[in-house]
């Protein structure tokens, strides 16, 4: 794919976005490989107008990535406009289409700028500031028949939607992420489950895969922004008026609704 297209391809989603519409990409802008929706997802973050609050990692189960054809995870920013406090409310009619994922969200306090070194898992802890527990909102703004399978959602934004910040955790260092289980009821039913463990082995190296993967961009990670290092229960499609849970079990939990 030529660089104009995936610039095309970019500006074509970011106007749905804009405009609170679905589409489907051309011929001429449809990503045809991993390497074509990485082109054009980087291009959307050039298009990127507003202040951004952070990123997010996707695809980071080794086993889910391979069910989908992926070679890498991928990852999206973050607009601080699409980032809300537990409890949240979100029109369902809003959110293209509901789903949640539970997370871990790291806030820095320190830069982590490109460099040829790679970082350590030491360094890139040294720069956080505290975790919070958090759902993410995954949406798309390609039709749903749009025949692209996960490139499409590589190439939108990595599926970037709404953020929902729960409680914070102080002395999360001492959290075990592998260990304790994370919980998704949706109206009180339980409907994913999962650990830590799912995110690239421990959210910490999924922490610091992020952090060399922008480094190599020339971008790197900046004070302030944090990270959402990928989905520990699995993707939830929810309805009209739903209310979800996401239960960290000691750490607390994290609530949004959808109302109709």
Known sequence: MSPEAALQAAKE???AKKERWRIRLSDETRPRSEEDAIAISEALWELEDGEIAGWKIGAGDAAA???QGLKHPFVGRIPKADVAHSPAVFPFADTRRAAVEAEYAFFLDKDLPPREEEYSRAEVEDAVQDMHIAIEIPESRLV???GLGALGVVADHGGVGRYVIGPG???WKTHDYTGQEVV????GEEKGRGTGA??????????TWIANHLSGKGLGLKA????????CTGIVVVGPNAKAVADFGPLGEVKVEFPD
């Open 144 to 146: 749903e028949d749009h």
């Open 65 to 67: 990535r391979a069910k």
């Open 169 to 171: 955790v102080t002395d």
């Open 13 to 15: 989603l970011a106007n």
């Open 184 to 187: 998704m009821r949706v109206d």
């Open 224 to 231: 302030g922004e944090f990270v959402s290092t990928g989905s």
């Open 198 to 207: 799912l995110v690239m082995g421990h959210p910490l190296d999924a922490l």
